[in-house]
């Protein structure tokens, strides 16, 4: 499912309307419709939030499926050792599992 496909799945399962959204999230609806069908790239962090919030979806769900990190995540990457080598370990072992 595209990024756009899965705005518009929240939004139509949700029962809003493009304009409903548009205004809750403080976007135009033209901007709203364009990102729905894919002809814009996923918009800004701010952006996403505002969607999320309107759409009553995870912030950082949201940020992740527009194929983002989330800043709080990269902060705790960068800051956080522990957290770096964990992941560091799931994605060698994800590499694995996938015979590369």
Partial sequence: ??????????RTGKGF???EVA?????????LSKIEKDRVPPPSEDVLIRLALALSEDTHRMIVRAGKIPSDFQDVILQDEEA???LKKKCRAKITANGG
């Fill in 23 to 31: 205004e809750m999230a403080n976007v135009t609806t033209p901007y």
């Fill in 17 to 19: 309307s493009q304009v």
């Fill in 1 to 10: 499912m595209s990024f756009g496909e899965y705005i518009r799945s929240l």
């Fill in 84 to 86: 770096f080598k964990y």
